[in-house]
């Protein structure tokens, strides 16, 4: 590998598996110190040890639980440098009028409040540190390109890249950079079949992705290595689809 984030300190949420663990394991290769946040402490203890990561049990829905990932990578490195926003939640493709009340709180504590813990307990650190930073925060191709099923999961996830965008611009002046990632679908994760609706929609789904398959845990590391990268020093604001073609 490159070394091209190497001296970098990296929190990545929902890093215990699938594209979190993905991406704790490029970085780590790319030479970046990682720490897992993960509210599943034995998966996430599990994926640390394999990677040589370090671990923070954390609800992203907390701001006590976001103040102390932040005093733990205060007092073991130092310094923060990238975040990545990847953990994320949906409720089973269904109508609209079917949707509950927990369905959608749900979906608005894990894919946006968190990101507003995220910014609100690091930004106001890293503007104190004064060497600038890297957020990227996993958004999906829902929110871009949405469809029926999932209105309210769609719309969390355009919240985010609305947020990612009016924070590039604000937090500029410091050199904290926001941008997002929109995967299509991945197939064999956790939430697969509840975006899917049912497992027979899948070959009819992948139908509609140009390059004939879903998103990989790879596919997503690569681009966040990237973004956090002096290779992406001048990129910020951006909203990088990864998604075979999917939302041309």
């Known amino acids: 590998m490159s070394g091209k984030l190497s001296g970098k300190v990296a929190i ?15 970085f780590k290769q790319e030479g970046a110190e990682v720490i897992i946040a993960d509210f599943v402490e034995e998966a996430g203890q599990k994926t640390a ?44 493709n269904k109508p609209t009028n079917d949707v509950m009340d927990e369905d959608f709180d749900k979906c608005f504590a894990v894919n946006v409040k968190a990101i507003y813990y995220s910014t609100n307990v690091l930004v106001p650190y ?39 965008n009016t924070m590039a611009v604000e937090f500029a002046k410091d050199n904290i950079r926001f941008n997002s990632v929109c995967p299509v679908v991945a197939l064999g994760t956790g939430l697969t079949d509840l ?6 929609n ?26 956090c990268s002096s290779d992406a020093e001048f990129l910020t604001g951006t909203n990088i689809p990864v998604d075979g073609g999917r939302c041309v």
């Open 12 to 26: 990545v949420t929902g890093g215990a598996g699938g594209f979190g663990k993905g991406i704790a394991e490029k």
């Open 49 to 92: 040890s394999e990677l040589k990561c370090e671990f923070q049990k954390c609800n992203v829905t907390s701001r006590q639980d976001w103040e102390a990932l932040l005093k733990f990578a205060d007092e073991k490195f130092g310094k923060i440098d990238c975040v990545i926003n990847n953990a994320g939640t949906t409720y089973r």
């Open 126 to 164: 890293m503007q104190k540190q004064g060497t600038g930073g890297s957020f990227v925060s996993i958004a999906s191709t829902a929110g871009i390109r949405p469809r029926p099923g999932l209105t309210w999961y769609n719309a969390s996830k355009a919240a985010v890249i609305n947020a990612t």
């Open 195 to 200: 975006f899917l609706g049912k497992p027979e």
């Open 202 to 227: 899948e070959k009819t789904f992948i139908a509609t992705v140009p390059l004939g398959r879903g998103s990989t845990p790879k596919d997503i590391a690569n681009v966040c290595s990237f973004l």
